[in-house]
């Protein structure tokens, strides 16, 4: 536990010193430095609900950007069917998917309600559980992503309309942008402190380090993987919410963040809130700076490459640097 | 007395083919082999050309590499359709440029090669590289991204090989039909070049050579892959899968073992594309798409991912489910039978219906092992 | 801009005529074929008709669907086809290519259709083709296009990007000026889009001061958009294409990007001008033949075809370019195979390739307006082209119309199918010195 607070603390370190850097840059060139943010946000939204269900439960969910696309969908719908305010329209697509992710856990994930269907009919369990099953958990989801999305193409159609993109702008840059790189370092910090600061916390790290003892020491793992899969699910779903405006409403909408995400969640390595922040900082300048200068396809090839580059160089992810790192300072100290 | 303890060919052969790594190592299993291939020998007789079958069978290859990778290296690979699509990129760029007979048939080895050298520098890249678990299948499926995000904007005329144009997301155009052989000596035109064959009874029946080009393909490459995986060669790599840092202690080079297995992996992935491009006349990027890249990990995880024979009849029964299904609920059908499958069934169809058969006999392909678990992480 | 324009130079003299040449002498060396089985002695007509209904096209290629039964209902409820009715053969090719072609292999060596309609992108109409070529099948490919298709099964009546690009950017050029910057999907259609941008630009004397290609997943567009205000031009030309891309437009607006976009792309395909908040799309002008807006008397009237469509489809979201293409080539097939007689394919292509025409002396009247003639040499539609306005409440109206020609293959390359039977892709870098 002392080891992950250290490590969690040099993380946060560096995360700083990156944050200072930016603020030197919005200064000096502040559309570029804009651009690079928004890139280092989008990364980081895409990645926060899939870390979370990756980090802990060794799940891989590639109905991942389904989620998302409930998110957004509920969103979208609670605005403009009940006309609900924009804001209480995100809590809601948040609030949505956190429980679409609770009965996806107990049926499909956990296999508590075949389970307990098999229990009563033939007396024995049906199915095991996908925790720490990466292949089997990704059939699975992709199974289940193809009729999320065929599913949402059925009932609402092939799009439904889309809700306006709120405020103005500030020197030609979109102040919702703007506002959406301050929301994800809210979200950052409130993972960060429910992780670190809560009883919830403590119990998902135990579970995460030895499920066996922490079972041993009262710890009920298997609710704690189930709250672990609702908050990532409403995690994803609110990323899903703050892109409603920007995004057509689409059931295949939620492709479009895949990408970003896997390649987030493990370039960032073992560490859920700073792995991701940190491989968000690494990737996002990469992707706007060469998008900048050679275009769009340049930026998109040069993120994949440096995600290539620094799985292959940096063996456990940037996380498995850092603490490389804090090793070779604390050992020196 | 030396002739009486020479066993017999047939019995060489068994020893060859069979062992712990394969399911159907008993005489009922050879038996029933033969009369699926008897059945798929007659079956464009009875039931049409058999044209559409023929895509199964060459995805079947597809199927069987990943299964060699991932099922017997234990290395997940998102990047079987990379080599996949290079090698039918390489037979069109390379049969374009010499549309002959012998063009075209060294257009098919030079796909093939392409995929296995592709698929050796990268298995180089990671392996040698100390890449391990969930960073490789990563690194494989963001390699698929490239490519795709690559041969997407190859449409403008700078993007040509010879006289062969890239084509861009619209694909390769005019990929010379596959005619295989000699000049002077013998060719033969396997697409597009129905033969009629009277059959007594049914009357003339058109059938497609491609078909039986791709069957006996497809046969050749199971029976040669359980010879590999019977041999000791196998049995190292399926010491790799199931504890990979033991059998480095027990002084093996695993880096070695995994990049020849995933060399390997890559020339049956470029033989696939190759016959795919041949079968289709035409390749395009969407080969290197996510939920492409996304299905022979289905395949080979609904079969058995354990069990060559798993990988291929999986591969064979998941596309025609997913083809010849029609109508609004047919992607949810498909989603619906991977979902329940592998939640019922994890370690796939093929070794549970042998565990049946052999009536809870322990067989050590048998054994579940659970994943490698993560690293001890934190939040 | 992302594109090096020395080294493209280089490889066109050489490079593309050997391309041509090239596919050319492939699709020559066929020497078996002639499986025009078509059923001309049965009771009914049979047409394929494949649009995705999922998938990634699916927004696209639903009203496409829909327009195909609509005419084959209205054309059968007149007495069909010389007396004969209609058997629509429809499947949902899921917008999967792989999927059009077994469907495309089946409809043609199981079903026999007499006639084929398939596909949205250009890459589903080159997946298909070998084997449309290989078993001579007559094809109508009813999609707005990069252009240059010379076939002679294939019908292409969808209009091409120079009859697109050439309503609006003369338009735009007399009212704004003439600095151009081109935005365009990063494959084919955008990049030969971006040629012909060039091209007209020249012979309207105007110059294109920037041009950038971005990839068909980005949805991300802040670079583009700051390089856009940096350059300051006198319009935009917009050939961005799917569902990732349409997020230009909200975040151009929400940047506060005013600037005048023309387009060939946006609100007549999918919609965006009823899918979005205003005012996203405010001040931008499509060049199309149709959308649902167009004010001719044979589609906005009482009983026209909006009140036809909306009556058969209550609930569907809106009538597109591409789906009145696939209405009227229904009937323009009508025509030719009551012309010739026959429902023999050969004989079909014959009457086609007279010059069909729809409009004032024949019914129904074209949607788009005034008369339509299928131009037998190209097999491409001489269309009635318009250019209309989104203003600030995305409500869109007509500010210019003109007929336009195809003129690139008739003109230009000199392609004549009822001469040759020819099977290429014609590019117009491999004829103008400006699109290089």
């Not at chain 3, 020609?405 to 400006?434: K, M």
Request: net charge negative.
């Amino acid at each position: 536990m002392k080891q992950a607070l250290s490590q969690a603390r040099y993380g946060i370190a560096a995360v700083v010193a990156v944050v200072a850097l930016f603020v030197i840059g919005a200064l000096a060139a502040p559309n570029l430095t804009f651009r690079v943010y928004y890139a280092v946000s989008f990364i980081v939204l895409a990645a926060i609900g899939l870390a979370i269900i990756f980090g802990i439960m060794g799940v891989i969910n590639l109905a991942h950007g389904e989620f998302i696309l409930v998110g957004a969908y509920a969103t979208t719908l609670s605005v403009t069917k009940l006309g609900v305010p924009l804001p209480a329209g995100m809590l809601v697509g948040a609030l949505v998917t956190a429980l679409f992710g609770l009965v996806v856990e107990r049926v499909i994930i956990s296999g508590y309600v075949p389970n307990w269907i098999g229990q009563q009919t033939v007396g024995r369990d049906l199915i095991k559980p996908f925790y720490d099953r990466l292949a089997d958990s990704m059939v699975a989801t992709f199974g289940l992503s193809l009729i999320m999305v065929q599913g949402a193409r059925i009932v609402f159609g092939n799009s439904i309309n889309q809700i306006g993109v709120p405020f103005g702008s500030t020197a030609g840059y979109p102040d919702y942008r703007i506002a959406l790189v301050g929301i994800t370092a809210g979200v950052l910090a409130v993972v960060y402190l429910l992780f670190t600061r809560t009883d919830f916390g403590t119990r998902v790290r135990a579970t995460m380090q030895d499920e066996q003892t922490a079972m041993a020491l009262g710890i009920n793992t298997e609710r704690t993987y189930m709250l672990t899969f609702a908050i990532g699910s409403g995690l994803a779903g609110f990323t899903g919410a703050l892109f409603a405006p920007l995004l057509s409403m689409q059931p295949t909408l939620g492709s479009q963040f895949l990408v970003e995400a896997f390649v987030a969640v493990v370039v960032g390595g073992a560490s859920v809130v700073v792995g991701t922040s940190l491989s968000g900082l690494m990737l996002g300048p990469i992707d706007a700076l060469f998008s900048d200068e050679f275009g769009e396809f340049a930026g998109r090839i040069a993120l994949l490459v440096a995600a290539m580059l620094a799985l292959r160089f940096l063996p456990g992810g940037i996380t498995g640097v850092v603490d490389r790192l804090r090793d070779r300072m604390e050992g020196g100290s | 007395m030396v002739a009486a303890s020479t066993p017999s060919a047939i019995t060489r052969l068994r020893n060859r083919l069979e062992g712990p790594n394969t399911i159907g190592n008993s005489r009922r299993f050879w038996t029933a082999l033969a009369l699926v291939v008897v059945a798929l020998i007659a079956f464009p007789v009875v039931g049409g050309t058999g044209s559409q079958f023929s895509l199964f069978l060459v995805l079947g290859l597809l199927g069987l590499s990943l299964s060699l990778v991932w099922g017997y290296a234990g290395v997940l690979s998102f990047g079987q359709v990379v080599f996949f699509g290079i090698g039918a990129y390489t037979f069109g760029v390379v049969s374009i440029n010499v549309p002959t007979p012998a063009g075209i048939t060294g257009a098919v080895f030079a796909g093939v090669l392409a995929g296995a050298v592709v698929a050796a520098l990268l298995g180089y890249f990671m392996f040698y590289g100390g890449v391990r678990d969930v960073y490789v299948t990563i690194i494989t499926l963001v390699s698929t991204l490239v490519m795709l995000t690559f041969m997407a904007q190859t449409a403008g005329s700078e993007w040509t090989i010879g006289s062969a144009a890239l084509g861009g997301f619209n694909g390769m155009p005019a990929i010379p039909l596959l005619t295989l052989g000699i000049e002077g000596v013998f060719t033969f035109q396997f697409v597009f070049n129905d033969l009629e064959l009277f059959v007594p009874v049914l009357g003339v029946v058109n059938i497609d050579p491609f078909y039986y080009l791709s069957l006996a393909v497809l046969l050749a490459v199971y029976l040669g892959l359980r010879v590999l995986v019977n041999m000791d060669f196998g049995r190292v790599l399926v010491a790799i899968r199931e504890d990979e840092d033991r059998t480095r202690m027990f002084g093996y080079d695993v880096e070695r073992a995994k990049l020849v297995a995933f060399t390997i992996g890559g020339g049956l992935a470029g033989l696939s594309g190759v016959l795919y491009a041949a079968r289709n006349v035409y390749i395009d990027p969407s080969v290197f798409q996510l939920y492409f890249a996304t299905l022979p990990v289905v395949w080979v995880s609904v079969g058995g991912r354990k069990s060559l024979l798993g990988a291929v009849s999986a591969t064979v029964a998941v596309e025609y489910v997913r083809l010849s299904l029609g109508g609004e609920l047919a992607l949810v059908v498909v989603g619906a039978l991977l979902l329940v499958s592998i939640l019922v069934l994890p370690g796939g169809i093929i070794p549970w219906i042998d565990d049946k058969l052999s009536d809870g006999r322990l067989d050590v392909s048998d054994v579940e092992s659970p994943e490698t678990p993560p690293e001890a992480t934190e939040p | 801009m992302s594109r090096d324009s020395i080294s493209r130079r280089g490889f066109v003299t050489a490079g593309g005529a050997a391309l041509v040449a090239g596919l050319a002498g492939c699709s020559g060396s066929s020497s078996e074929g002639a499986s025009t089985d078509s059923a001309s002695s049965s009771e009914t007509v049979k047409i394929g008709v494949l649009e995705d209904q999922s998938g990634n096209f699916a927004l696209v290629g639903d009203p496409k669907y829909k327009a195909s039964m609509l005419a084959i209902e209205e054309i059968n409820a007149d007495g069909g086809i010389d007396g004969k009715e209609i058997e629509p053969v429809t499947a949902d090719p899921q917008s999967d290519n792989q999927r059009y072609q077994e469907l495309t292999r089946e409809y043609i060596n199981d079903e026999a259709v007499d006639a084929l309609w398939a596909g949205y992108s250009s890459a589903t109409r080159e997946a298909i083709r070998p084997i449309i070529n290989r078993n001579e099948q007559l094809y109508f490919y009813t999609t707005q296009y990069e252009g240059g298709v010379c076939d002679w099964t294939t019908f292409a009546c969808g209009p091409t990007a120079r009859q697109q690009l050439g309503s609006v950017l003369p338009y735009l050029r007399e009212e704004f000026g003439p600095k151009i910057y081109t935005i365009a999907a990063d494959y084919n259609f955008g990049q030969l889009s971006a040629d012909w941008v060039k091209v007209l630009a020249n012979e309207n004397d105007a110059e294109v001061i920037g041009e950038e290609f971005i990839p068909l997943s980005e949805s991300s567009f802040g670079s583009t958009i700051s390089r856009i205000q940096e350059a300051d031009p006198d319009f935009v030309m917009s050939m961005l294409v799917g569902a990732n891309h349409t997020a230009f437009y909200e975040q151009k607006a929400s940047s506060g990007l005013d600037v005048p976009i023309g387009t060939s792309t946006a609100m007549a395909q999918g919609y965006e001008h009823r899918r979005i908040d205003p005012p996203a799309m405010a001040n931008i002008y499509a060049g199309v033949n149709y959308m649902e807006e167009v004010p001719t008397a044979g589609n906005t009237s009482d009983g026209g075809f909006v009140d036809r469509y909306y009556e058969k489809y209550p609930d569907a979201p809106y009538l597109n370019e591409e789906a009145e293409t696939n209405y009227f080539t229904t009937y323009m097939y009508k025509e030719a195979v009551e012309q010739a007689g026959t429902l023999e394919q050969p004989d079909v292509i014959e009457a086609l390739e007279s010059g069909i025409s729809l409009g004032t002396e024949r019914a129904p009247e074209a949607p788009e307006g005034g008369s339509i003639e299928l131009d037998g040499a190209t097999h491409h539609v001489d269309h009635h082209m318009w250019v209309m306005k989104a203003d600030e409440e995305h409500t869109v109206e007509a500010v210019t119309n003109e007929k336009i020609p195809e003129q690139f293959l008739s003109e230009t390359v000199g392609c004549d199918l009822t001469q040759e039977t020819e099977q290429t892709q014609y590019t117009p870098v491999d004829y103008f010195e400006e699109a290089e």
